[in-house]
């Protein structure tokens, strides 16, 4: 979504110039980002978001980001995953 949103000229310029400079972007920017992506009418049958940091408070503001939406419910989940299947992921992801 952040580099949709770079593509996209939405909130470009803060976005391209923290990713130009390898800082993951904060909270606030990303729930505006995703906050204006789920309004898309592609996302009006559901949405499954990948990705937020566990330990931040990015999941709790995302769900006040739904519920300030048209969505009328939301649900999370937090999914634990072995440190070597992590592992592999980023390391397809370098090789790519």
Same mark, same amino acid.
């Given at each position: ?35 204006? #992506?789920?309004?898309?009418?592609? /996302? *009006? ?6 990705? @937020?940091?566990?330990?931040?408070? &990015? +999941?709790? #503001?995302?769900?006040?980001?739904? /519920? *300030? ?6 649900? @999370?989940?937090?999914?634990?995953? &072995? +440190? ?13």
């Amino acid at each position: 979504m952040l580099r949709a949103a770079v593509k996209a000229e939405r909130r470009r310029t803060k976005v391209k110039d923290i990713m130009d400079r390898g800082d993951l972007c904060p909270d606030e920017l990303v729930v505006a980002i995703v906050g204006d #992506r789920i309004e898309e009418p592609d /996302a *009006r049958n559901g949405f499954i978001l990948d990705g @937020s940091r566990a330990r931040s408070r &990015r +999941p709790r #503001r995302l769900n006040a980001c739904c /519920a *300030r939406s048209t969505w009328n419910s939301t649900a @999370s989940s937090n999914l634990k995953v &072995r +440190p070597s299947a992590l592992l592999r992921r980023i390391e397809n992801r370098v090789a790519k």
